[in-house]
């Protein structure tokens, strides 16, 4: 059996989205910025997919420029609020230590500049606290950064009430919702937010497009500088094919939304209680404040990686947490910061699913994934001295 189960990596493209991918490349290849009739006509499809997705948002139509993904949308939001911060003296920035790198990376070029950086902790449960954002304020904050749900362990963030502490406070809010739009109901005013950041590659669109909602009024600076596309905010020629393809993509996970969601939620559930009864595992983040289809788990005395590999021999494609950024194998910062040590960090696994999967392959999960950790741990050195009571279990 092949089960995908790394949907927050990335999903498998929605058949409608490759139509209409294809359909456009195919006829309106015109130049949307040409005023002839084939550019005119592509303009005219452009700007009718910046309403449909500013409809789906709950946001005006010239509230949304269209990007290369989620990591640009990331980088433009939080660079345009310490642009206008630093012009008012306004340099310090709030945000968390379960941030995806497109921020924290951003943020820490920031620090280098000379801007004051606040990670805030999140609780074990992989949550930010309310009074520890309400905390951290003060009058030299040009941005607090929260995301929407994390990508690694699912966790939703309480973005609405950070909204209200920021309005309040009139501090510029940008919120990641690169993992939650299309799986779960998002709405830029409900959230209070001035910048949102969307990828449709994590939603059944295409890779290498995505959106960034920049509220009216909220500053905007350009990363790229050339034509005067996207209001002049975002030059380059638009890849109307792989815009029309993530609008289409969006409306149908929207359309989908609540059905799609409750058999997610279903079985995710039922992969979470089949993984529990691995003795000394442990799921990571909140059970209920999570993602439709975010499984993540830590199980001691073993290397997530090799799990991967074995994994991966029986058909299921899944994900673990440590980063193996340039080759040095550092745990998650997302699973230290719920407080795991780096041993039970390096052991973990993530399963993200989507509406495509079946119970049926879900089964298959629970039967495959105890046995494959089970393995593991027999050839295991570490699992050996928690055995003998060398070492202590911590899970
Ligand atoms: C995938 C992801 C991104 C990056 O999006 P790309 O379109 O791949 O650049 C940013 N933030 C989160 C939370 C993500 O999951």
Redesign the pocket.
Known sequence: MKVYADN???AKMRESALRVYAETAQNFYGNPSSLHSPGQEARSLLEECREEIAAVLGAKPKEILFT???????NQAILSAAHLGKLKGKMKIVSTAI?????LHTLNKLKKEGYEIVLLPVGSNGIVRIEDVEAALDDKTCLVSV?????EIGTLQPVEEIGRLCRAKKILFHT????AVGHTAVNVEAIGCDYL?L????FGGP????ALYVRTGAPLYSLIEGGAQERGKRAGTEDLPAIRAMTAALKEAIGELPEAAKKVTAMRDRLIEGLEKIPHSALNGDREKRLPGNVSFCFEGIEGESLLLLLDDKGIAASSGSACTSGSLDPSHVLLAIGRVHDVAHGSLRLTLSAENTPEEIEYLIEEVPKVVEYLRHMSPVWRDLQEGKRTFIL
């Open positions: 927050a990596a990335t290369s993904g989620g990591s640009e949308a990331d941030e995806h790198h497109a921020v995301m929407f749900a994390n990508n990641d919702a690169v993992q950041a990828s449709a590659h994590k890779k290498g497009v995505g």
